[in-house]
């Protein structure tokens, strides 16, 4: 398997790191079932971050790797509170120190491969958090540093200081806000990982316009980020997708990953399933390669 398929682990004991859904999403039985069948697939790399579940996605991710015996390649995140504590978030050099060796125990590794800052801190320097990012490195506790939800201000303040290796910002065909550090990523030869890359759900073709959402889907549990989504020309750029899906004999949810990993400026996409059967399309879009005229065209659906 291409490790262009990344396993996104954030709905592990929780909905991302909101305090409010710890202990939903995926218990530690369904979490485990997503693991294997994506190892199974050949997606051997895991992303997740010290906050997700309050803490139960690293701990299961731990507990997986001990019992099975396999170790993925492994990508963390800092900055939220792992037990939602509204006044230890951040990305100051004695919390990041802190927080690493709460990952490190509940992973139960002594090094991840990437270590990323999960949002900008306005009230620490950049420097004083990609310096402390290189001391981890020169420490052997990470193997590369990187940020996600970043602009293309933060990285160019950054840069004086160290490389970067890694930027992962959503991106997808209905979020392309991350156009401008996709291209700074690639002039600068950073990875650039997707994630969101079915803006939540809505690329799978699952909200029907004039119908309220499924239950239990993203739209009835944290819906904020994508209400700008309930639009006609979002749906009709979707029943436009469907059609250029059926087209090429696949579902929708293929085609638009497909569109984003046909990019060769995408170093991979993280996928988040609820389900095993979640996979099969990022499996498939690895074999549907598109031409950059296809991209362009699938673009146009949602100007």
Not at 70 to 86: A, C, N, Q
Not at 233 to 256: F, H, K, Q, S
């Amino acid at each position: 398997m291409s490790p262009r398929i990344i396993l996104g682990c954030g709905n592990f004991g929780g909905i991302g790191s909101a305090p409010a859904f710890f202990g939903q999403g995926e218990s530690r039985d369904e979490a485990f079932e997503l693991m294997d069948a994506a190892w199974e697939l050949g997606i051997t790399a895991f992303d997740t971050a010290d906050a997700y579940g309050g803490g139960r996605s690293e701990t299961w991710i731990g507990e997986w790797m001990a019992a099975r015996g396999r170790r993925p390649e492994l990508t963390t995140k800092v900055f939220h509170s792992v037990v939602g504590d509204p006044a230890d978030r951040g990305l100051s050099r004695e919390r990041i120190l802190r927080q690493i060796e709460g990952s490190l125990a509940r992973l139960g590794v002594d090094r991840v491969d990437a270590y990323l800052a999960h949002e900008p801190d306005p009230g620490t320097p950049v420097a004083e958090t990609i310096e402390t990012f290189a001391e981890l490195v020169a420490a052997e506790k990470i193997g590369s540093m990187g940020a996600s939800n970043v602009d293309r201000a933060w990285l160019e303040e950054a840069l004086p200081v160290t490389q970067v290796s890694v930027v992962q910002n959503s991106y997808s065909l209905l979020d392309r806000e991350s156009e401008d550090v996709l291209s700074l990523c690639a002039e600068r030869g950073f990875a650039f990982t997707a994630f969101g890359p079915l803006a939540g759900g809505w690329l799978t073709g699952k909200y029907r316009r004039g119908e309220p959402p499924p239950a239990g889907s993203r739209m009835t549990l944290r819906p904020d980020p994508y209400v700008h989504f309930y639009d006609d020309a979002v749906y009709d750029g979707l029943d436009r997708l469907d059609e250029a899906a059926r087209d090429r004999g696949v579902d929708m949810p293929t085609l638009a990953l497909a569109w984003l990993i046909s990019d060769p400026r995408v170093t991979a996409a993280v996928v988040g399933p609820r389900r095993p059967e979640h996979l099969e399309p990022a499996v498939a879009a690895l074999d549907l390669q598109l031409a950059e005229a296809e991209r362009d065209e699938l673009a146009s659906l949602f100007p």
